[in-house]
């Protein structure tokens, strides 16, 4: 140890010096207390042995100084060694900052007792101050790797669809990081598909697993699964992500477009409840299946309900966080609260929810993360996204494909098969796929049927009858000679980008008129209706011969 | 290629159809039933194994309904997949149909 000895006496100091070289520490001497300054600024010392009466500079004043040098967390112990011993002068000795005094004459035991009790203090602070630099260091390494996270996840939670009419949300995570998590995307028929996920816990822990789930979100609904499909996929992903105590709640709704039935799955989650346009529960729709991560892939249930949703009704679902939340006195919200939030009478049920919560938490410390969603019955209508992929256009080249069909080509197979693989693989038109296919195989047959082959579709009014002109339609296909279909599907820009696909047939013509005209419940003339319900533009031209659609592709198909 | 294949079980009779649903399979579809009309029978279109559908399947599935004099709902379609489910919901099928 190293000792700064400061006293005036030269006596004094030998004394002690040669007290504590016995004991093996390293003696520094001063004379006064600037001298004690001026050294203790030169050198590292372990503890000071201070006299109170000197010139120059007493104890007092150089303690006061030398605590004041000292503030940046080194503890180094200043014990006073005075004559004086009234309490005045020794509670002066403590209020300059001293940590201790012994009254001279003093015994050498207590002295060197005081010294190691001293010392051991010094080491515990230094082992402290130690500790806590590291907790600072540790603490803003967390913030700066907490800054960072967060970023991220505001951004993987940023493409949910910020305004859309249909759907309605409340969060409030219980930290920084939601365990919650809200999700929802167009479908590529014009509905509405919503995710509502309560992962174990809260905070980070649980919100990491948030994360894979946004990200796929997107791209399943792109591919217009299922919602018991994507909740196979969700399930898929997260068991072999998780570890075996983790899972994920959840409720997965999609929304038809005409917003009048819904498909829900419901994994864990509380019961959803299906309103009455008076607020009161017309239905309550209870989980069914596992959450997600715990159930075997070949386990798994794909299954869902669908619900009709007549005007004005609503679906109401919402995480535990609401039933569990707890005012100051430790009781739970409960179910029951919430149930009564619902009655005939009630306006707006899910504004109600909020507000009688809010009234019981009473500002008590949040547990859980809470989220409560309406979805609405009623036309899809999502403004924001649709504006941002507006805006942003299509940004691919525009193309044209053309293709002549002679008679060894329309007798060998279906070749609208064959153009579909072609055109399916384009990412924009992928999501319509099975529209454009449906669509090109129409204006196919009415092409070769009516066109080349020249059949009525009178024909198809009888059972018999429809029989009869599929068994016609092929002895006429086997007996062709010299005919021609041309497909051309153009990519091109028109106020918006569309799919234009033009068939021009070498036949006779036939009499167009009658077959736009026909919408009507027979077993035929459907062909036509479907291919005007997803375009926006029909027609026919040159005696029935050619005919020229326009399919927008940057709308999702919209029915009605 | 494309499958029809039948199956009675007890008073339910579920014809299923597995690749393409067009008019290549007419015949075949229209036997499954063409002896049953006016039966007691519930009648169950099996679209798990489906991969197509076009406007010809729209109207074997009404020929179906009119032959054996049902009402509308009273045929049931299972197991359909979303991508046909957006075809018959084009067609309106979902107001004449049970998607089950």
Same mark, same amino acid.
């Given at each position: ?13 030998a ?11 390293e ?8 001298q ?22 007493d ?15 080194n ?24 940590d ?31 500790k ?59 509905g509405?598909?919503?995710?509502l ?6 905070g ?45 709640c ?10 009048d ?10 019961d959803?409840?299906?309103v009455?346009p008076?607020?009161s ?8 299946n ?21 005007p ?20 739970f ?15 707006? %049920?899910?504004?109600? &929810?909020l *507000?009688? @919560? ?6 008590a410390?949040?547990? /859980?993360? !809470?989220? =409560? ?15 941002l992929s507006e ?10 494909m053309?293709?002549?069909l ?8 279906? %070749?609208?098969?064959? &153009?579909? *693989?072609? @055109? ?9 796929? /099975?529209? !454009?296919? =449906? ?12 066109g080349?082959l ?19 339609r092929q002895?006429r ?7 021609? &279909? ?21 036949g ?49 198909v919209v029915?009605? | ?50 991969e197509?559908?076009?406007s010809?399947?729209?109207?074997m599935?009404?020929?179906m ?11 049931e379609i299972c ?17 004449k149909?049970?998607?089950v």
């Open positions: 140890m190293k000792v700064l000895v400061v006293d005036d006496q030269a006596t004094n100091r004394i002690l010096t040669w007290l504590l070289e016995e004991d093996g520490h003696i520094c001497e001063a004379q006064d207390g600037q004690a300054i001026d050294a203790y600024q030169e050198d590292d010392f372990d503890i000071v042995l201070m006299d109170v009466m000197m010139p120059i500079m104890g007092l004043q150089a303690t006061k100084k030398i605590k004041a040098i000292q503030a940046d967390g503890y180094v112990p200043i014990i006073f060694l005075t004559a004086l011993d009234d309490d005045k002068a020794l509670s002066q000795c403590l209020e300059s900052g001293g201790d005094f012994l009254s001279k004459p003093y015994n050498d035991a207590v002295l060197k007792a005081k010294i190691a009790a001293h010392m051991r203090i010094r080491e515990l602070t230094q082992v402290i101050t130690q806590n630099q590291q907790l600072i260091e540790h603490n803003n390494r967390w913030q700066r790797e907490q800054n960072i996270v967060a970023h991220i996840f505001n951004k993987a939670l940023e493409h949910n669809l910020s305004e859309c009419e249909s759907l309605r949300s409340h969060i409030a995570p219980a930290s920084t990081f939601n365990g919650d998590i809200l999700l929802s995307a167009p479908s590529p028929a014009g509405l598909y919503v995710f996920g309560d992962f174990t816990g809260h980070l822990g649980a919100s990491i697993g948030t994360l894979p789930i946004a990200h796929s979100f997107d791209q399943l609904a792109l591919r217009h699964l299922s919602v018991g499909e994507i909740a196979f996929e969700f399930n898929k992903m997260l068991s072999s992500m998780l570890p075996d105590y983790m899972f994920c959840a409720t997965i709704l999609e929304l038809n477009t005409l917003g039935s819904v498909q829900v799955w419901m994994g864990g989650l509380p959803a409840y299906l009455a008076d607020g529960i017309r239905e309550t729709i209870c989980s069914q596992m959450p997600l991560g715990v159930e075997h892939n070949e386990k798994f249930n794909k299954g869902f309900e669908v619900k009709q949703l007549n004005g009704e609503s679906v109401v679902f919402f995480t535990d966080g609401i039933i569990e939340a707890e005012n100051p006195n430790g009781e919200f409960e179910e029951e609260r919430l149930l009564n939030c619902f009655a005939k009478g009630v306006k707006d %049920p899910f504004s109600v &929810i *507000s009688q @919560l809010e009234d019981f938490i009473q500002g410390e949040q547990r /859980d993360d !809470i989220s =409560l969603v309406e979805v609405k019955s009623g036309p899809v209508v999502i403004k924001h996204n649709n504006q805006l942003k256009g299509y940004e691919g080249i525009y193309w044209q053309n293709c002549d002679g008679v060894e080509d329309i007798q060998r197979s279906n %070749p609208v098969e064959e &153009i579909m *693989s072609v @055109l399916g693989a384009q990412t924009l038109l992928r999501p319509n796929k /099975d529209v !454009i296919g =449906l669509l090109l195989a129409e204006l196919y047959s009415n092409a070769l049927e009516h080349l020249d059949l009525s579709s009178d024909l198809k009014r009888s059972e018999d009858g429809f029989a009869e002109y599929y068994q016609l002895e296909i086997e007996a062709l000679n010299d005919a021609q &279909i041309n497909i051309n599907c153009e990519l091109l820009f028109e106020d918006e980008t569309v799919l234009r696909i033009r068939l021009v047939d070498s006779k013509g036939f009499e167009f008129e009658n077959i736009l005209d026909s919408d009507h419940e027979d077993s035929f003339g459907r062909g036509i209706s479907l291919i005007r319900k997803v375009c926006k533009r029909v027609e026919y031209s040159n005696n029935g011969c050619t005919v020229e659609v326009d399919f927008p592709v940057s709308r999702a029915l009605d | 290629m494309s499958n029809v294949s039948v199956n009675q079980q007890d008073s339910t009779l579920t014809v299923s159809i597995s690749g393409r649903f067009d008019f290549n399979i007419l015949q075949d579809f229209r036997d499954c039933y063409s002896e049953m009309a006016g039966s007691d029978m519930k009648f169950v279109v099996d679209l798990a194994q489906t197509y559908i076009d010809s399947a729209l109207g599935l009404l020929n309904k009119n032959h054996l004099g049902s009402d509308d709902c009273a045929i197991n359909c997949q979303p991508n046909l489910m957006k075809i018959f919901t084009i067609a309106h099928f979902d107001k149909f049970k998607f």
